[in-house]
């Protein structure tokens, strides 16, 4: 669910997610069966899928990262795929 802006409105913009992540002005969620990751595209019910399972994710204004699920490197979405940027790991944040 989304807040609309107004009251006590909220519209719903999916459906069961394990884990929601959100910042900047994206949002990803992590599929409640298998772990995949998938990006909101803004549009109620619109999702794509970025990934497979991760253990964490984090979101700044302009960038997606992840933690593989056994923690052993950082990634980031370049819009086409990961790529590896840092190593082992027990949490990740993100900020402007």
Request: net charge neutral.
């Amino acid at each position: 669910m989304r807040w609309t802006g107004s009251g006590d409105r909220w519209e719903q913009v999916g459906g069961p997610a394990a884990a929601l992540y959100a910042g900047g002005t994206s949002m990803v969620a992590t599929d409640p069966h298998d772990g995949d990751v998938f990006r909101f595209n803004g549009t109620p019910g619109s999702w794509t899928q970025i990934g497979g399972a991760g253990a964490h994710f984090a979101l700044s204004g302009t960038h997606i990262y992840g933690l593989t699920p056994t923690r052993s490197a950082v990634t980031v979405w370049t819009g086409s795929g990961w790529n590896g940027i840092g190593g082992a790991a027990a949490q990740i944040a993100a900020g402007r």
